[in-house]
């Protein structure tokens, strides 16, 4: 063999080697970013063949996802401005489509479609649509973010004000306070969702809890928290065996709602509700009376209903 | 393949390879080093001469320094864009630059019989290649450091003048910034070696094109990779997987979603993608000194 070929061959095989021990680095490139190189991942941020043929894909081609997703933000924006806020959907779902990073797109996108286009319906179904629309929204929100927890707080805060189901809502504050840097009044919100379902047995725990965080006397967020926590843990303890009171509490929680024009929404099967046919208002399932009105259980429809605002009696804050 | 055992097998190979002709390369890589510096430095001045490399710089920092005029936007969204747009300008003009200096480098020479002179003197013709190539390096490096000053003044100039709100305050991100321009450097430094690699086999148009079709390629290798996963026909499968493996990864070293979005970053994740970066050009090198080689000048 001649020296010429010889050494061609030996660059060859230099070049194989160099190759395969490049291979264990693109193994572990591809083990610390799954948002952009595991294929497993449901939402991943290149997503340019699911968006359709629109100029972003084209940016997107070149790696340019983030900026097609700012000028499409822009876009919102304006059409925002301009009041067209059907037309905002297919905008925002190409926002988060080309950038799944992008956390305020999401919260918009969820808030939009919970929020305002719910309140924009003018059929109890669609209402219920939309509702359940921004849920699913920052579900997908919360899994392209699963180490966010302004995501994760956002889709308990829509469960909680909004679909009014504190229970799973109570989930999602207690994921989102587990990571660093989440604000005390999650803390707060995790248990606030069994204050006003009267769910003592999580209430104790949730309030032992957000007791015990955010403890740094240096810090004023932390020491106002410690204030607001400790006077709500005080008054559970002095009115847990005072039904009065949890009457008064579940009708107060109507009433904001009400007020604010966000009537319950049962669905026909509705674990944790039932519509007593009596006040009209709802109540928690699994209890002996209706926690408002205190009639026998026996009473209670199992139809579920979807009483209107106007149900709810006038003088509830009086009892 | 098991990664562990790739590795093992590539380290047993090099290190054979090496000693095999460690009396050739040892005495070479003396010699090439002053060499290589001087073809650099003559790269580096005919670059200085151009005068349209110095006028996209100034165009690229005029855009940045335009991109301030989102003051309708929140602090939060401003920040945002301004570092999303910034490092996609310096991304979309580094590559630019990056196409139309390496594409030309030998191909000019060659054309203009420069070269001539150049290999009659003690210079082998890997030497040119890297000499060549180390040349485009330092100016590619001076034009993306002057690009990522005035972004990092840009936000520094804007944190003084916006004012935070309660729930959406301005971030600069710097670090994030600086490291996300320095791997964009080396994605661009990745691009330029294959680009070389190109042009000493093809006219300057063919590396042109190859060159853009690399760069939307290698930046979608996630995608490629995606597809190859799930193709159906083995066909389609082993041609993505193809495409893969011999396409740079540039997505390795684009970390612009991660910063605009003040996600967490994996620094030594980067780091990784330069070590595979640097082994992917060192291949990529190699090949296009032996073609060099094998060329009729």
Redesign the interface.
Known sequence: MSSGRSRKLILGFLMVGILLMLVPVQDRIHRARPQVFDPDRKIKRVSAISVGPTPAVIAALGGFRTVAADLLWLKAERVWDGGSWWAMLPILDAVTELDPQFVLAWQVYGWHAAYNLHAESETIVDKRYWLDRGVTILEKAVEANPDNWEMIFELGWTLYDRAHEPWRASEYFYRADQFPGAKSYVSRLYYRCFEGVLDFERLFPALEYAKGRHTDPNVSDDVQHQVIANRDYDWWVQHKDDPQEHRRQIVLENTKRAERSVPFYLYPDDPYWQVCPICGLPSPKGSDVCSVCGAPVKQLSERAGRPSPASIPPDRTEL | ?N??L??L??????I???V??RR?WAPAAVHAVPSVWRIAKITVAEARRRRVIQAVVILVVLILISMTFFSY?SP??QS??LI??GL?AI??FGILLAIFIAAFLIPQELESRTVYAILAKPVRRFEFVLGKYVGALIILAAIVATMTVVLVGVLMLQDSLVQDLPDSAFNPNLKGVVFAAIMNYFAIAVLTGLIILISTVASTTMTVISAFII??VG??Q??I??LA??AELPVTKALLTVVYLIVP????F?F???V??F?PI?Y??GW??V??GI??T??VL??AS?FFNDRQV
């Open positions: 393949m990664p562990q790739a590795f097998i590539g380290l047993f190979i090099v054979v390879a090496l095999l002709t050739q936007l939060q969204e945002r864009m999303s747009g996609a991304t979309v760069w939307a930046s979608l996630s995608t990779s995606d996963a799930h990864k540039l997505e390795n684009d612009r979603n991660e605009s979005n996600v994996s030594g994740t990784e993608a070590i595979q082994g992917y060192a291949v190699i090949l032996i």
